[in-house]
Nanobody, 127 residues
Framework: QVQLVESGGGLVQAGGSLRLSCAAS????????MGWFRQAPGKEREFVTA????????FYADSVKGRFTISRDSAKNTVYLQMNSLKTEDTAIYYC????????????????????WGQGTQVTVSA
Protein backbone atom coordinates (compact mmCIF):
# COMPACT_ATOMS: atom_id res chain seq x y z
CA GLN A 1 0.00 0.00 0.00
CA VAL A 2 1.32 3.40 -0.96
CA GLN A 3 1.52 6.11 1.64
CA LEU A 4 2.61 9.68 1.07
CA VAL A 5 3.52 11.89 4.00
CA GLU A 6 4.16 15.60 3.52
CA SER A 7 6.15 17.78 5.89
CA GLY A 8 7.82 21.15 6.01
CA GLY A 9 4.83 23.44 5.93
CA GLY A 10 4.47 26.39 8.25
CA LEU A 11 4.17 30.13 8.57
CA VAL A 12 6.55 32.37 6.65
CA GLN A 13 6.66 36.03 5.71
CA ALA A 14 6.23 37.14 2.15
CA GLY A 15 9.53 36.91 0.30
CA GLY A 16 10.67 34.01 2.42
CA SER A 17 11.32 30.36 1.60
CA LEU A 18 10.12 26.94 2.62
CA ARG A 19 11.00 23.43 1.53
CA LEU A 20 8.32 20.79 1.54
CA SER A 21 9.10 17.10 1.61
CA CYS A 22 6.97 14.13 0.63
CA ALA A 23 8.12 10.73 1.82
CA ALA A 24 6.67 7.77 -0.06
CA SER A 25 6.39 4.21 1.14
CA UNK A 26 7.06 1.27 -1.13
CA UNK A 27 9.94 0.03 -3.24
CA UNK A 28 8.67 1.31 -6.58
CA UNK A 29 8.96 5.04 -5.94
CA UNK A 30 11.40 5.58 -8.79
CA UNK A 31 8.97 4.14 -11.36
CA UNK A 32 6.32 6.81 -10.93
CA UNK A 33 5.83 10.47 -11.69
CA MET A 34 5.15 12.72 -8.72
CA GLY A 35 3.28 15.97 -8.37
CA TRP A 36 2.38 18.76 -5.99
CA PHE A 37 -1.03 20.39 -5.89
CA ARG A 38 -2.45 23.04 -3.57
CA GLN A 39 -5.81 24.18 -2.35
CA ALA A 40 -6.43 27.66 -1.01
CA PRO A 41 -9.43 28.48 1.18
CA GLY A 42 -12.59 28.67 -0.88
CA LYS A 43 -10.85 27.55 -4.06
CA GLU A 44 -10.48 24.34 -5.99
CA ARG A 45 -7.32 22.31 -5.80
CA GLU A 46 -4.83 23.34 -8.46
CA PHE A 47 -1.70 21.97 -10.05
CA VAL A 48 1.61 23.37 -8.83
CA THR A 49 4.38 21.22 -10.26
CA ALA A 50 5.29 17.69 -11.31
CA UNK A 51 8.39 15.64 -11.99
CA UNK A 52 8.79 12.61 -14.20
CA UNK A 53 9.79 9.22 -12.82
CA UNK A 54 13.38 9.74 -13.98
CA UNK A 55 13.58 13.32 -12.81
CA UNK A 56 14.48 14.40 -16.33
CA UNK A 57 11.28 16.38 -16.92
CA UNK A 58 9.57 18.93 -14.74
CA PHE A 59 6.39 20.93 -15.17
CA TYR A 60 5.27 24.08 -13.41
CA ALA A 61 2.18 26.20 -13.15
CA ASP A 62 2.79 29.67 -14.55
CA SER A 63 2.09 31.17 -11.13
CA VAL A 64 5.10 29.47 -9.54
CA LYS A 65 7.53 29.20 -12.43
CA GLY A 66 10.89 30.68 -11.52
CA ARG A 67 10.12 30.62 -7.80
CA PHE A 68 9.43 26.95 -7.03
CA THR A 69 11.63 23.94 -7.79
CA ILE A 70 10.63 20.30 -7.64
CA SER A 71 13.18 17.54 -7.20
CA ARG A 72 13.32 13.92 -6.14
CA ASP A 73 15.71 11.61 -4.35
CA SER A 74 14.98 7.99 -5.21
CA ALA A 75 17.43 6.71 -2.60
CA LYS A 76 15.26 8.37 0.04
CA ASN A 77 11.90 7.80 -1.66
CA THR A 78 11.28 11.50 -1.28
CA VAL A 79 10.15 14.35 -3.49
CA TYR A 80 10.85 17.95 -2.54
CA LEU A 81 9.30 21.30 -3.28
CA GLN A 82 11.60 24.25 -2.75
CA MET A 83 9.53 27.42 -2.57
CA ASN A 84 11.29 30.79 -2.80
CA SER A 85 10.03 34.36 -3.00
CA LEU A 86 6.77 33.29 -1.43
CA LYS A 87 3.71 35.45 -1.87
CA THR A 88 0.56 35.72 0.21
CA GLU A 89 -1.33 34.08 -2.64
CA ASP A 90 0.77 30.94 -2.17
CA THR A 91 -1.09 30.31 1.09
CA ALA A 92 -2.76 26.92 0.77
CA ILE A 93 -2.71 23.31 1.81
CA TYR A 94 -0.08 21.57 -0.32
CA TYR A 95 -0.63 17.97 -1.39
CA CYS A 96 1.84 15.48 -2.73
CA UNK A 97 0.58 12.91 -5.23
CA UNK A 98 1.80 9.86 -7.15
CA UNK A 99 0.61 8.72 -10.53
CA UNK A 100 -1.05 5.39 -11.16
CA UNK A 101 1.20 4.49 -14.05
CA UNK A 102 3.04 6.01 -16.97
CA UNK A 103 1.79 9.50 -17.69
CA UNK A 104 3.16 11.67 -20.45
CA UNK A 105 3.79 15.38 -20.61
CA UNK A 106 1.08 17.83 -19.78
CA UNK A 107 -1.26 15.12 -18.56
CA UNK A 108 0.70 15.43 -15.32
CA UNK A 109 -1.10 18.72 -14.75
CA UNK A 110 -4.40 16.89 -14.26
CA UNK A 111 -5.57 15.50 -10.93
CA UNK A 112 -6.94 12.45 -12.70
CA UNK A 113 -3.39 11.31 -13.50
CA UNK A 114 -2.75 10.66 -9.81
CA UNK A 115 -3.99 7.75 -7.78
CA UNK A 116 -2.35 8.37 -4.44
CA TRP A 117 -2.43 11.50 -2.32
CA GLY A 118 -0.89 12.66 0.92
CA GLN A 119 -2.80 14.27 3.74
CA GLY A 120 -1.49 17.74 2.94
CA THR A 121 0.62 20.29 4.75
CA GLN A 122 -0.40 23.88 5.46
CA VAL A 123 1.65 26.74 4.08
CA THR A 124 0.75 30.21 5.28
CA VAL A 125 2.46 33.28 3.88
CA SER A 126 1.93 36.49 5.82
CA ALA A 127 2.24 39.99 4.41
Amino acid sequence: QVQLVESGGGLVQAGGSLRLSCAASGRTFSRYDMGWFRQAPGKEREFVTAISWSGASTFYADSVKGRFTISRDSAKNTVYLQMNSLKTEDTAIYYCARTNGVVTGDLLRRETAYGYWGQGTQVTVSA
